[in-house]
């Protein structure tokens, strides 16, 4: 069964840094791009950032660039998001979800429960 | 960047309705279209990708159409595991939006 799980939220300062990671199992990582998705209370589905299977590929959306990085390690079926800077408005749930393929840009088939962020003082 | 639009913002329906949702984008995605489904604090489901197919596993009451700048989500016969919260994505470019969902509620 795939699963991603994801871990590192928390309360942080604004101006302060956090970093997210998701655990993926249950399929073969490292032949997937992967991306992190956030929702802020109260609001839509937000795409953050994308990382292709190789890491040969990465955007970010204009909200967050700058000032997040993506990351994995395929060894360790693992997908990081290191948040500098943070903002109040960087409070949100943030999902890692899954391409169908290794890269490209599509849909997202797979999903984790999501860690919460909360920026405040 | 590409703009999706949905309407309804909340529906209200019945058990057993025929519902409809509208996604509209700002210019055309051809068919690079995906419906979600999310209940609070679970993971969002794929239901539709590419515009109308449907994802396995998912009940065959979902249904996609559209192309271009036009798209709905239909479900055929409203079941009480179906209130949640729906949303459209494009995937035009790797920029992709979201619409800003389609709450269904109970009537």
């Known amino acids: 069964e795939v699963q991603l799980v994801e871990s590192g939220g928390g309360l942080v300062q604004p101006g302060g840094s956090l970093r997210l990671s998701c655990a993926a199992s249950?399929?073969?990582?490292?032949?997937?791009?992967m991306n992190w998705v956030r929702q802020a209370p109260g609001k839509g589905l937000e795409w953050v950032s994308y990382?292709?299977?190789?890491?040969?590929?990465?955007f970010y959306a204009d909200s967050v660039k700058g000032r997040f990085t993506i990351s994995r390690d395929n060894a360790k079926s693992s997908l990081y998001l290191q948040m500098n800077s943070l903002r109040d408005e960087d409070t949100a749930v943030y999902y890692c979800?899954?391409?169908?393929?290794?890269?490209?840009?599509?849909?997202?088939?797979?999903w984790g429960q999501g860690t919460l962020v909360t920026v405040s003082s | 960047d590409i703009q999706m639009t949905q309407s309804p913002s909340t529906l209200s329906a019945s058990v057993g309705d025929r519902v409809t949702i509208t996604c509209r984008a700002s210019?055309?995605?051809?068919?690079?279209l995906a419906w979600y489904q999310h209940k609070p604090g679970k993971a969002p489901k794929l239901l539709i990708y590419?515009?109308?197919d449907l994802e396995s596993g998912v009940p065959s009451r979902f249904s996609g159409s559209g192309s271009g700048t036009e798209f709905t989500l239909t479900i055929s016969s409203l079941q009480p595991d179906d209130f949640a919260t729906y949303y459209c994505?494009?995937?035009?470019?790797?920029?992709?939006?979201f619409g800003q969902g389609t709450k269904v509620e109970i009537k």
């Open positions: 979800a899954r391409d169908p393929y290794s890269t490209g840009w599509y849909w997202f088939d797979r």
């Open positions: 249950g399929f073969t990582f490292s032949s997937y791009s």
């Open positions: 990382i292709s299977s190789t890491s040969s590929t990465i």
């Open positions: 210019q055309s995605i051809s068919v690079w």
């Open positions: 590419k515009a109308s």
């Open positions: 994505q494009h995937y035009n470019s790797y920029f992709r939006t």
